[in-house]
T-cell receptor, first 115, second 113 residues
Framework: GAGVSQTPSNKVTEKGKYVELRCDPI?????LYWYRQSLGQGPEFLIYFQGTGAADDSGLPNDRFFAVRPEGSVSTLKIQRTERGDSAVYLC?????????????FGPGTRLLVL | GNSVTQMEGPVTLSEEAFLTINCTYT??????LFWYVQYPGEGLQLLLK?????DKGSNKGFEATYRKETTSFHLEKGSVQVSDSAVYFC????????????FGQGTTLQVKP
C-alpha cells in the first residue's frame, strides 16, 4: 500500500513569502504529526492532529505557523512571512490511532529553503 | 521536560565489528522507546521499539533493551555491515501525551569494508 507522501519535495522561497506544504497520510490513519528537522539535528515536534482537530499544537514556534486537516486525511502546513530561520526539512508522519506505543510512519519530507 | 540524549557521532566501524550506540532518556511516567533509522537518500523508518520496562526490541540483527533503572535504551548489533551505514535516532513517546515523539540528535554510523 502507499506510504505517507509529501509535496513538494523541495521548496525555495524568498524571505517574507507564504508557503504551503502538503501531507497525504496512510489511508485509515487518524493520527497525523508534523515535525521539523534542522541540519544535523533530530526531528522536533510541531503539531498533532487526531482526525480533523489539532489535539496538540504546542510545538508550533510562533503564530506564523498554522496547519489544517479539514477532512481528516490530507494536511497542509502553512507558513506566513517566511524567515531564513524557517529553512529546514519538514516531516509528516501518521499512525493508526495516535497511541504512544504505535509506530509512526514518516513521509520523505519537504526541504524548505528561505533565501 | 522529556528529553533524549544520544552519544555523539560519527561512529566509524569496520565491517563485522560490534556496535553500541548509547541512548538515555528523561521522562515523566512510562514512555515507549524507539529507534528510527535514516538511510542515505531515504526517509525515517522504524528500526525497533519497546513499550515497557525490560522489553527487548529487535530487528535486522539490532537489539535494544528498555532499562528503567538506568533510563537507557542502548542500540547494539553484533556484526555490522556496510549497508548499516545510516543515521540512527533514539526517541520516546510519553504515555501521558499525544503520541508525539521526542528525538535525540541522531548518531551517524559509517561502516567501512
Amino acid at each position: 500500500g502507499a506510504g505517507v507522501s509529501q509535496t513538494p519535495s523541495n521548496k525555495v522561497t524568498e524571505k517574507g513569502k507564504y508557503v504551503e506544504l502538503r501531507c497525504d497520510p496512510i489511508s485509515g490513519h487518524t493520527a497525523l504529526y508534523w515535525y521539523r528537522q534542522s541540519l544535523g539535528q533530530g526531528p522536533e515536534f510541531l503539531i498533532y492532529f487526531q482526525g480533523t482537530g489539532a489535539a496538540d499544537d504546542s510545538g508550533l514556534p510562533n503564530d506564523r505557523f498554522f496547519a489544517v486537516r479539514p477532512e481528516g486525511s490530507v494536511s497542509t502546513l502553512k507558513i506566513q512571512r517566511t524567515e531564513r530561520g524557517d529553512s529546514a526539512v519538514y516531516l509528516c508522519a501518521s499512525s493508526f490511532t495516535g497511541s504512544s506505543q504505535e509506530t509512526q510512519y514518516f513521509g520523505p519530507g519537504t526541504r524548505l529553503l528561505v533565501l | 521536560g522529556n528529553s533524549v540524549t544520544q552519544m555523539e557521532g560519527p561512529v566509524t566501524l569496520s565491517e563485522e565489528a560490534f556496535l553500541t550506540i548509547n541512548c538515555t532518556y528523561t521522562a515523566t511516567g512510562y514512555p515507549s522507546l524507539f529507534w528510527y533509522v535514516q538511510y542515505p537518500g531515504e526517509g525515517l523508518q522504524l528500526l525497533l521499539k519497546a513499550t515497557k520496562a525490560d522489553d527487548k526490541g529487535s530487528n535486522k540483527g539490532f537489539e535494544a533493551t528498555y532499562r528503567k533503572e538506568t533510563t537507557s535504551f542502548h542500540l547494539e548489533k553484533g556484526s555490522v555491515q556496510v549497508s548499516d551505514s545510516a543515521v540512527y535516532f533514539c526517541a520516546l513517546s510519553d504515555r501521558g501525551n499525544t503520541g508525539k515523539l521526542i528525538f535525540g540528535q541522531g548518531t551517524t554510523l559509517q561502516v567501512k569494508p
